[in-house]
């Protein structure tokens, strides 16, 4: 076929509410051929998502498409009957969204649930539609799949539950298949089989595809082309290739200057955020939507009228909504103002040894009965951290890492072993126990800042109860002065005392927790995934800030993280940790540079790298992370371990390997033997 699957032209959708019109999405273009993977990228807030709910035609009663046409195999889209979409919706149209249990019924058992799509859409026998939805489950690659299908959906993990997700959406073999956000909560390694999953089904079934993504990683491993949205336009599209080496608009590049690229460094490269905040639908500024934060900004030009998607005049179909693009030198290197010198750590600060937490579960505990099993949430845990160091503690859902910052909050006391702060034991101290300069001196940055703030006080009052708990300030005018210059400290005008959280961004948020956290002026800050929920460019923002903050005051930072990208950025070291043991731990050029333990190599494989030049090995493991209830012997990494063959007898499924030091700091708990680990080639290297 020659004609495209998708073709969105000068799409406008709007939303109608009692303040009246609010126009989402803008003279928006887009084309999707047979077989192609389309990505579509931009910031919260951008219109990527009403985009997909437009071609749905599922905008609710208060969504309405005001303009242009989106043709599907040539028919246009806005002119359906609703009876004729019905027919289209989940057969030849699917979409997957970026919460599963969204689209599945937590009543109703996963076989069924499956079973409906060709039952509904093509009269498929029950007989039929039971073998159909087997077989793909097959194809999506869960284990076991007839346990599968006489199960709930609370009943698997969060990857085992987009995977049925994804198999519902394909079991009509629908020509086009929407993706909005589907690996966003999900583990590196299991997102990292999930895009492997769609690429494969996308060849198989020649499907094409929308990938709505904030990854630019992602987009480069799944699609070929791709479309950056900015305030409801699309202000850049072409080949993936090009848009990633022949950028032509200021906002694609400041999304690739605000992620952590391989070689990027804290010190002499820091990231750069975008500035600004993308702008209300109501505020938007005449001309170019993203003049107020562009650095290329020309009075009188950006600003004259209306701009058009032009032609880059490149080979292929790459266009730009950009007044200046032919101006530029988009080669020019970029200046790096805020050069910081190396922070050279202190001493220890915070002691761990021989750390474990056991939970006792009780098959029946609420009413007395039943028997008794233990969870192996940390299994001897030893690592320290030093004055103004920053020690990233890395790994899966499941692996220990919040458990461990439950302890060293005092939130959960140690089963055996010794928490030391200073010269003071606080692991066998639970927090109602501990005196105010201890919970002063170890505080956290929570993931999700949306869940940190109370909704019914003012962002400053927040702040000044933190400063009294702590009693920091003799009297109220004096907290107050301080809660400012905490505002100050994360760049945030200091009217955001009297606002409410919901006046906020979560980028805004995420400073304020920032601010909470060092307001004890704490030695230990533990970050737990505190950018995972952010966009790319405030991601930057929100990481420069707690790297400055934590070089002057000198605080040490334990970051908890899954995204390696991140970590290779801002840790000085790096704990990798798996169903509650440490299987690595060294200096972060030592993790993330061969001989590796496995477990890190296959991390390090499922980073997705926004890097045309960078080549990566390809390794995806088998099955999810054990039960840490019902773990398995030997080695607690052997049952997915791809290289488990290269150690003699069985050693790995009947002995825990010890930990051992491979040079210097770098120490790793694996059987394999040191020539092999030293034959380890380099996961990620330059093409």
Known sequence: MTEPILEINNLSISFFVRAGEIPAVMDFSCKVMPGEAMGLVGESGCGKST????????????????AGSIKFKGRDLTTMSEAELRRIRGSEIAMVYQEPMAS????????RQLMEVPMLHEKASVDEA?????????????????????????????????????AMALLSKPALLLMDEPTTALDVTVEAGIVELVKELGQRFGTSMLFISHNLGLILETCDRITVMYSGEAVETGSVKDVFDRMRHPYTQGLFRSIPLPGADKYAHPLVAIPGQLPLPHERPRGCNFGPRCSYFEAGKCDAGEIPMIDTGMEGAHFTRCARVSEIDWDAPLVHENVVEATEPG???LKIQGLKKYYEVAANKMFGGGETRVVKANEEITFDAREAETVAIVGESGCGKSTLAKILLGLETATDGTVSLGNKEIGSTDIGDRDTNTISSIQMVFQNPFDTLNPSHSVGSQIVRTLE???????????????LELLDLVKLPREFAKRMPRQLSGGQKQRIGVARAFAGAPKVVVADEPVSALDVSVQAAVTELLMDIQRSSRTTMLFISHDLSVVRYIADRVIV??????????????????????????????????????????????????SAMNPPSGCPFQTRCPHKSEVPGNRCETELPATRTIE??????????????KRMEPVVALA
Do not use: W
């Open 469 to 483: 708990r702590f009693g920091i300030g003799k009297t109220p005018q004096e907290r107050e002065n301080r809660m």
């Open 51 to 66: 985009v997909a709910l437009g071609i749905m035609r599922d905008l609710s009663n208060r969504g309405k498409i005001t």
């Open 577 to 626: 940790m798996y169903l509650g043991h440490i299987v690595e731990q060294g200096t972060t050029e030592e993790v993330f540079a061969p001989p590796y333990h496995p477990y890190t190599e296959a991390l390090l494989s499922a980073i997705p790298i926004a890097d045309t030049k960078i080549s990566k090995k390809h390794i995806v493991l088998d099955g999810d992370i054990p």
């Open 347 to 349: 001493e220890t600060i």
């Open 130 to 166: 039971y073998d159909r939805a087997l077989e793909m489950l097959q194809a999506v690659r869960l284990p076991d799949p007839e346990r599968m299908m006489d199960s709930y959906p609370h009943q698997l993990s969060g990857g085992q539950q987009q995977r049925i997700v994804i």
């Open 104 to 111: 599945l019924n937590p009543a109703m058992r996963i076989g």
């Open 664 to 677: 210097g700091g770098h120490r790793i708990k694996c059987h394999l033997a040191d020539d092999i680990l």
